[in-house]
């Protein structure tokens, strides 16, 4: 792959940093303009790095995050002007995300036959989208942290100019968790399904296995905490960032052990 396209990759997210860090109008024609550029970038890299195969490795997995999760962030901003508040923190960590995807490279190619291929593709986007869905949820509860610390501080700084409103954003923060919890029980679903098609007999219980169980069951915790008990605020913030930090290590962290710490 050329270092000099990757750079112009990297670059490409620069102005979607730019414009959200610096609070400037999250519907504005330019706004618009540079997370289609990142978009556009992202996805293409992407792309280009899978081609007609899925890639194990880690610098895959995190390009084609990147590129879904400014997909879900761009629909939902053009129907929810609170999740386009929250570019200012989520597109500083994907340019830190596809930083380090850079630093990884490609992996190597993952081909299933048979009747797994089509469940495997299926757990492949189902993954990626829970991950993106987790992500805005995470950014969300981050906001929302922020915000009340600014309150309670009774300081008008950064967070308070640039992040939405507390309450809408942790509105938005439980309508993200409910549909990623829904999406990674389809995933988890479909993890066992592979299992069976491609002979392999009773699903393994490895790492990620583990630790997506335990992301699902602590976002349903926390959902059912909020529905019955009212749980929110930092309670709330904190626990998201935890199912977040789960599924990270679920995913990625298992292949950064992997391929980075042990050379696998």
């Known amino acids: 792959m050329s270092l000099a396209l990757n750079a112009t990759v990297l670059a490409a997210l620069l102005p979607a940093v730019w414009f959200s860090a610096r609070g400037r109008s999250t519907t504005s024609a330019m706004f618009g303009a540079a997370v289609g550029l990142a978009f556009v970038g992202s996805a293409m890299w992407s792309a280009s790095i899978v081609g007609d195969a899925w890639r194990s490795g880690l610098g895959p997995a995190l390009w084609v995050s990147i590129a879904v999760t400014i997909a879900v962030y761009a629909v939902g901003a053009s129907v929810n002007r609170v999740m386009g508040g929250l570019a200012a923190l989520l597109f500083p960590y994907l340019l830190v995300l596809a930083v380090i995807a850079t630093a990884l490279g490609p992996g190597e190619t993952v081909t299933i036959d048979g009747d797994g291929q089509v469940w495997f593709i299926l757990h492949i986007a189902v993954s990626v989208l829970t991950y993106a869905l987790a992500t805005m949820a995470a950014v969300a509860g981050l906001a929302v942290f922020l915000q009340e610390r600014a309150l309670r501080s009774k300081q008008q700084g950064w967070a308070s100019a640039v992040l939405p409103a507390m309450m809408p954003t942790e ?52 959902l059912i905490a909020h529905a019955r008990a009212g749980v929110r605020g930092r309670t709330a913030a904190r626990t998201v960032l935890v199912a977040y930090l789960l599924l990270t290590l679920a995913y ?3 292949k950064f052990v992997s391929e980075v710490l042990l050379g696998r």
Do not use: M, N, Y
């Open 171 to 222: 509105r938005l923060q439980f309508r993200l968790l409910a549909a990623a919890e829904i999406v990674l029980g389809l995933g988890l679903l479909s993890g066992i399904a592979i299992e069976f098609a491609t002979g392999q007999g009773v699903p393994s219980v490895d790492h990620k296995t583990i630790l997506s169980v335990g992301a699902f069951a602590v976002i349903g915790v926390l």
């Open 252 to 254: 990625p962290g298992v």
